[in-house]
């Protein structure tokens, strides 16, 4: 092990973490870490294969005597979210990930750290090399692109497992059980525009930064900033009141993430620029107060730019921005059910200016599958309202929970038995793979838990590292408590 994660307990998790790190996984170009995985199976002389669409499995026999035991997978995915601060030089599919101890937590330089869903995958890891406690027949099924997608779940195999309970490893706060999730499906509208002479003037390049961002289905709740939100507000006034003309406009990266940062290229008439840049600085102020809260280090500003080759005609310029203006972002309801839940939501994730064209890429959550369908009705509308070309992703489904499940009881008394308190049992509005692999294998018994994580999905993650420990005993104490078969 390096000097890096080498000191910390246990040794066999962060060793595999470690791991994880030195191997580039962004979402759709996770071949280096399957290799990695796969060779890992194969040095412990463990049955090691690939499905059909390139999800890795990994088999480890019962300890002698524990044959009768049920058979249990442990679920990870292998993809991370690649995402870094502006100026970070990191190559996500070929640059290790550079893990740093801060305290109580690990974080990464510049970039996520990936313990979404690293430390799950490692922990899993661990377990088929760890010959220290018994346990029945276990499979480790390690996923490929969940973050984009859920495409590794979506093609499994239906013939590969044997397994009837199934513990995911992808959740995010330690003593906290899960055991149901919210479905989701992704809306995308592309607007076209005529370009046009950039006219004369004064070029300026518009920056919204320093938001926390976030996972748009942990963090939805929590009011944060949306740069892109922020960005069109005043690309909007700005257009009525002091004649911008919009090269350009860029924010977020991923669909799943609260975006973090926007950008406009824009040209102001001379005689408009003194005005306009007091109204940049009057909007920050404004801004800032109010979102000083949850977003202390926010910062809107302008700097002299390049001109941009062309402009968007106004006609498109307005019906672009009043579209982006409009668009839904944020919680759209509250479960009535399961206290602080949020039940339905929409994620205005990504604005990319192409050629002539504006691409905007939404995501839509929730645990009541109609409700995804009117949430995607509702942003659709917005679409077409703006004259925007509308396509969907395939979409997932959610996972309903099951209160009387026999994993559940099992994951209930281990925990209280090890800590002498109560797991708090909750269900997530973040997309987990239970849902889609459960219908593939009808009847898998399921829970999912985790250490304890923050800033997921941006580059302010980090993994507490205290609850590290905590999760892995609790797992391989999980593992020696399963039923038997009869």
Same mark, same amino acid.
């Given at each position: 092990?390096?000097?890096?994660?080498?000191?910390?307990?246990?040794?066999?998790?962060?060793?595999?973490?470690?791991?994880?790190?030195?191997?580039?996984?962004?979402?759709?170009?996770?071949?280096?870490?399957?290799?990695?995985?796969?060779?890992?199976?194969?040095?412990?002389?463990?049955?090691?294969?690939?499905?059909?669409?390139?999800?890795?499995?990994?088999?480890?026999?019962?300890?002698?005597?524990?044959?009768?035991?049920?058979?249990?997978?442990?679920q990870?995915?292998?993809?991370?979210?690649?995402?870094?601060?502006?100026?970070?030089?990191?190559?996500?599919?070929?640059?290790?990930?550079?893990?740093?101890?801060?305290?109580?937590?690990?974080?990464?330089?510049?970039?996520?750290?990936?313990?979404? +869903?690293? $430390?799950g995958?490692? *922990?899993?890891?661990? #377990?088929?090399?760890?010959?220290?406690?018994?346990?029945?027949?276990? =499979? @480790?099924?390690?996923?490929?692109?969940?973050?984009?997608?859920?495409?590794?779940?979506?093609?499994?195999?239906?013939?590969i497992?044997?397994?009837?309970?199934l513990?995911?490893?992808?959740?995010?706060e330690?003593?906290?059980?899960?055991?149901?999730?919210?479905?989701?499906?992704?809306?995308?509208?592309?607007?076209?525009?005529?370009?046009?002479?950039?006219?004369?003037?004064?070029?300026?390049?518009?920056?919204?930064?320093?938001?926390?961002?976030?996972?748009?289905?942990?963090?939805?709740?929590?009011?944060?900033?949306?740069?892109?939100?922020?960005?069109?507000?005043?690309?909007?006034?700005?257009?009525?009141?002091?004649?911008?003309?919009l090269?350009?406009?860029?924010?977020?990266?991923?669909? +799943?993430? $609260?975006?973090?940062? *926007?950008?406009?290229? #824009?040209?102001?008439?001379?005689?408009?620029?003194?005005?306009?840049? =007091? @109204?940049?600085?009057?909007?920050?102020?404004?801004?800032?107060?109010?979102?000083?809260?949850?977003?202390?280090?926010?910062?809107?500003?302008?700097?002299?730019?390049?001109?941009?080759?062309?402009?968007?005609?106004?006609?498109?310029?307005?019906?672009?921005?009043?579209?982006?203006?409009?668009?839904?972002?944020?919680?759209?309801?509250?479960?009535?059910?399961?206290?602080?839940?949020?039940?339905?939501?929409?994620?205005?994730?990504?604005?990319?200016?192409?050629?002539?064209?504006?691409?905007?890429?939404?995501?839509?959550?929730?645990?009541?599958?109609?409700?995804?369908?009117?949430?995607?009705?509702?942003?659709?509308?917005?679409?077409?309202?703006?004259?925007?070309?509308?396509?969907?992703?395939?979409?997932?489904?959610?996972?309903?929970?099951?209160?009387?499940?026999?994993?559940?009881?099992?994951?209930?008394?281990?925990?209280?038995?090890?800590?002498?308190?109560?797991?708090e049992?909750?269900?997530?509005?973040?997309?987990?793979?239970?849902?889609?692999?459960?219908?593939?294998?009808?009847?898998?018994?399921m829970?999912?838990?985790?250490?304890?994580?923050?800033?997921?999905?941006?580059?302010?993650?980090?993994?507490?590292?205290d609850?590290?420990?905590?999760?892995?005993?609790?797992?391989?104490?999980?593992?020696?408590?399963?039923?038997?078969?009869?």
């Amino acid at each position: 092990m390096s000097a890096v994660l080498g000191q910390l307990k246990p040794e066999l998790v962060w060793k595999y973490f470690e791991g994880m790190c030195n191997h580039p996984r962004p979402s759709k170009n996770e071949g280096k870490v399957a290799d990695y995985i796969f060779s890992v199976g194969k040095s412990l002389n463990l049955e090691t294969l690939r499905d059909t669409f390139g999800n890795v499995i990994i088999k480890k026999p019962a300890t002698k005597g524990k044959e009768n035991l049920k058979t249990v997978v442990l679920q990870g995915h292998m993809d991370m979210v690649a995402e870094k601060n502006r100026g970070v030089e990191h190559d996500f599919d070929n640059d290790p990930i550079q893990p740093y101890i801060d305290g109580e937590y690990v974080k990464a330089k510049g970039t996520t750290l990936g313990a979404d +869903n690293g $430390i799950g995958v490692a *922990a899993a890891l661990a #377990v088929l090399e760890d010959d220290s406690f018994e346990h029945g027949p276990i =499979e @480790c099924l390690f996923t490929l692109d969940e973050e984009t997608g859920l495409t590794g779940a979506n093609n499994l195999d239906t013939k590969i497992l044997n397994a009837t309970i199934l513990l995911n490893l992808d959740s995010e706060e330690e003593g906290t059980i899960y055991i149901g999730c919210a479905g989701g499906k992704n809306t995308e509208g592309e607007f076209t525009f005529k370009p046009e002479k950039t006219p004369d003037g004064i070029n300026y390049e518009i920056k919204v930064a320093g938001l926390q961002g976030g996972h748009s289905g942990l963090e939805i709740q929590q009011g944060r900033g949306n740069a892109i939100k922020i960005l069109v507000r005043l690309l909007s006034h700005a257009t009525e009141k002091h004649a911008l003309s919009l090269g350009k406009i860029e924010g977020g990266n991923k669909h +799943n993430a $609260i975006p973090r940062e *926007a950008f406009a290229i #824009v040209t102001i008439p001379k005689d408009k620029d003194k005005e306009f840049t =007091e @109204c940049v600085a009057k909007f920050n102020t404004m801004v800032k107060e109010e979102l000083a809260t949850v977003e202390p280090n926010l910062l809107v500003s302008i700097e002299p730019f390049a001109a941009p080759a062309n402009v968007m005609d106004k006609e498109s310029q307005v019906r672009i921005l009043n579209a982006l203006y409009a668009m839904p972002h944020g919680v759209i309801k509250m479960s009535a059910d399961i206290p602080e839940l949020v039940e339905t939501s929409t994620n205005l994730a990504v604005v990319i200016t192409e050629g002539n064209t504006v691409k905007v890429v939404t995501s839509q959550r929730s645990s009541v599958a109609s409700e995804i369908e009117d949430a995607t009705n509702k942003v659709s509308a917005v679409f077409k309202l703006g004259g925007a070309k509308i396509t969907y992703g395939d979409g997932y489904p959610g996972w309903k929970p099951d209160v009387n499940s026999e994993i559940l009881g099992v994951v209930k008394a281990t925990y209280k038995q090890l800590y002498n308190r109560e797991p708090e049992i909750k269900a997530i509005h973040a997309g987990l793979e239970c849902g889609i692999i459960g219908e593939k294998y009808p009847g898998m018994d399921m829970v999912s838990f985790g250490p304890t994580m923050f800033g997921v999905h941006s580059p302010d993650e980090k993994l507490k590292i205290d609850t590290v420990a905590l999760f892995y005993d609790q797992l391989t104490h999980i593992l020696s408590n399963i039923p038997s078969k009869n």
